[in-house]
């Protein structure tokens, strides 16, 4: 069992940063996946960055160039980076490792 925990949200005016980590506990499992997600309400949850294995991460189209996805390997950890951020980048962001998901961490970015 793998438990991903996220932290890292907050309230954030347009054009600021944040930063989100997540750290998988529990046993130890080759994670092959590793990414986050959003979702706004009202919408459907949406990819934001992922690995899915050793190369290069990837990306939704509303975040290229302003989103960076990072990963420790040996402290089970990812990070993503937000910049530039917009009003509508508010939503829940949720942590994936494999097929286990954490509960999520609230971003709301004012204008």
């Known amino acids: 069992q793998v438990q991903p925990v996220e932290s890292g949200g907050g309230l954030v005016q347009a054009g600021g940063s944040l930063r989100l980590s997540c750290t998988a506990s529990?046993?130890?499992?080759?994670?092959?996946?590793q990414g986050w997600y959003r979702q706004a309400p009202g919408k459907l949850r949406e990819l934001v960055a992922i690995?899915?294995?050793?190369?290069?991460?990837n990306y939704g189209d509303s975040v290229k160039g302003r989103f960076t996805i990072s990963r420790d390997n040996a402290k089970n950890t990812i990070y993503l980076q937000m910049n530039s951020l917009k009003p509508e980048d508010t939503a829940v962001y949720y942590c994936r490792m494999n097929s286990w998901w954490g509960q999520g961490t609230q971003v709301t970015v004012s204008s």
């Open positions: 529990g046993s130890s499992f080759r994670l092959s996946a």
């Open positions: 690995f899915t294995g050793g190369g290069a991460p």
